[in-house]
């Protein structure tokens, strides 16, 4: 995000009555899924859901002229949503992480000219983490945020609770939500080269336009002191649902296989048994690991059978196993199994730590 | 923290009302600053105002014998807290960061040695961000949390809430609320010897013994298969409050004066006037601080005046400020001012150039 200019930041959870009141998104007739409470004298207050219209009222402050625009700036915060029924586990659930990034412009051009960088961002993070052959840019309605058309990021997976249709040789999708003939042929495509697709929402994308600026009052003056409204557009990814994707992407009747991007530690280092030379070498390529700012996990339970400390390393899924044992130091060696391959191979512990130590 | 052997993680801002009710702590006539909502089914929800009954239930999944203890856990996490009176800024909000800890152990002995420990280290994090030499720790009352005596970190601070009584020789403190002739006995020291100072609270520790526990029903087999009930001690600092105690101690008339240990950049350079060679040689200097990952605040407005971006930086605080101008380049220099001094002195461009390489 940074790459692209944005700035972090981070809102309240908190949100005012007055502000969301002014695009009609406090009625929990028109935005069913507030959580609200009650101030000591008595006034409402809510729980963010969203922070476009916190941002935008923000925003004030900070923008009146051309100088100011355009300026970007992303979170990573915790929204709250009063869900009818969490489900599948971290794909949808009442409380979540969010990365959402907001853009306001001068222009319409500038504006477009941000959300296909983004689209660009966001193409890039998803292939880092394994998912960019299944995740398609997908056109669709734009739901409680506008009445425009949208993009989503659709990930291909059979726990997800969208139905979209994939063109066969472009990489792009349609939501079933908009997916009819004329939809069809405004893109100048043909629906026969459509498959329909079990899909997870991971992102999404809204160009606002200036209508939410006019609704909130965020207006700047432009080189010839001319008043005119902001261009906003803004861009999620859900960062806890993209969590549970992955996992129902990568993994295998064992458990999971974190792709190496996002995994919780790159090496699971296992010791087996607790003789003292057994240990000391574990300990020592522990300690290399680490100093060496590596992440890893290490397994020195003395309670536990070896085939329930690779029961636990398989259900975990770090992506790569290291076994230091009596029999891996008979030859000077400790052993290495990648999560995602059935084999693993003896590496002498001097090219291991050499590794380590990226000699 | 994980110096001191906790392991970070973190905890949902929803709140089970049965977990809540074991304590009787989820009744508003005994917690009054509960925040409540409702699910679409009717059940009650509440936004955590603390996580200590929560923890004590997860840790029911992770702790049954001797083996698993004793267990160090922390997070950084958003409280929401439905004060009366939000006031003083950040020193008192309804919504703030905390980093809460909590000691789970199998005897008295454990659990005290942690509670040590992490008294030091907590002294330590006041020290290292400049406050070590006004904040003491601070005998005080159990308050909502234990009905034992327990410990407060206090800063001493005009705008702080709090009365505490410092004794004149002893680095040690007593809170109003439990100052008399008895408490001040029972410490062995005389009354004569302490002064009232306002001061505000920044961090507090408690010690539950077992009860939290017992009332929780978490226990766990010892050695000999005994069922015996965990002890657990908590600890928290209040970041967003340290944030505005710190601008309390550290300002002057034109604005913060950012401790190094804390402050959002190290350095604040500041280009004046357009021309190229000063601008080029900004963003060369920029660049270089930047690539050597240091943290700078970079003010290349246009279209401001001198004076202005003086005034900025000074209300912004930043430790360090670096001036390229015209006249400065002209020596081959940069001009340096600490932010807590009012003298500046000229670096030769080549000399700032490797101290930021760390040549």
Same mark, same amino acid.
């Given at each position: ?6 700035? %972090? *930041? ?10 969301? +009141?002014?695009?009609?998104?406090? &009625? ?6 507030? *959580? ?18 916190? =941002?935008? $009222? ?9 100088? &100011?625009?355009?300026?970007? !700036?992303?979170? *990573? ?8 029924? /969490? ?12 990365? $959402? ?8 051009? %500038? ?13 890039? !993070? ?25 993009? +989503? ?8 609770? &969208?139905?979209?249709? !994939? ?10 939500? =908009?997916?009819?003939? +004329? ?32 609704? @909130? ?6 080189? +010839? ?17 993209? @969590?549970?994707?992955? !996992?129902?992407? *990568? ?32 300990? %020592?390529?522990?300690?290399? =690991?680490? &100093? ?20 636990? /390393?398989?259900? =975990? ?25 059935? $084999? ?7 090219? @291991? ?7």
């Amino acid at each position: 995000m940074k790459d692209i200019g944005s700035e %972090e *930041f981070i809102m309240s959870t908190l949100q005012n009555k007055e502000v969301w +009141e002014k695009t009609d998104r406090w &009625d929990d007739k028109k935005v069913d899924i507030w *959580f609200k409470s009650e101030l000591k004298n008595g006034n409402q207050v809510g729980f963010g859901w969203s922070h476009e219209e916190p =941002i935008v $009222d923000l925003m004030k402050s900070y923008i009146t002229s051309y100088n &100011d625009l355009p300026r970007f !700036v992303h979170q *990573f915060q915790n929204k709250l949503r009063n869900e009818t029924r /969490a489900k599948s586990g971290v794909i949808r659930c009442r409380e979540f992480i969010m990365k $959402d990034m907001y853009a306001f412009c001068g222009s319409d051009e %500038e504006n477009m000219e941000f959300y296909n960088k983004s689209t660009e961002a966001y193409l890039k !993070v998803f292939k880092r983490i394994g998912l960019g052959d299944i995740t398609y840019v997908t056109s669709a309605a734009g739901g409680v945020f506008t009445d425009k058309f949208s993009h +989503e990021f659709q990930t291909l997976c059979e726990s997800g609770e &969208d139905l979209i249709y !994939v063109h066969k040789d472009n990489n792009i999708a349609i939501n079933k939500e =908009i997916y009819n003939e +004329e939809t069809v042929k405004k893109m100048g495509l043909e629906m026969n080269d459509f498959e329909e697709k079990k899909a997870a929402e991971v992102g999404n994308i809204f160009n606002f336009g200036t209508s939410k600026c006019e609704q @909130m009052d965020l207006y700047f003056s432009d080189k +010839e002191g001319n008043r005119k409204p902001v261009y906003l557009s803004s861009y999620g990814i859900g960062i806890t649902r993209l @969590m549970g994707v992955l !996992v129902e992407v *990568f993994h295998d009747d064992k458990g999971i296989i974190w792709p190496e991007a996002v995994a919780p530690f790159k090496k699971h280092l296992i010791v087996l048994g607790e003789d003292k030379e057994v240990v000391d070498a574990a300990e %020592e390529l522990y300690k290399k =690991i680490i &100093d060496n700012s590596e992440e890893v996990l290490f397994d020195d339970r003395t309670n536990v059978t070896a085939g329930a400390k690779f029961a636990d /390393a398989d259900l =975990i899924g770090i992506p790569q196993r290291l076994i230091i044992s009596k029999k891996t130091l008979a030859e000077n060696s400790v052993e290495v199994k990648e999560r995602s391959s059935a $084999d693993s191979r003896l590496v002498p512990l001097t090219e @291991m730590l050499a590794v380590v130590e990226g000699i």
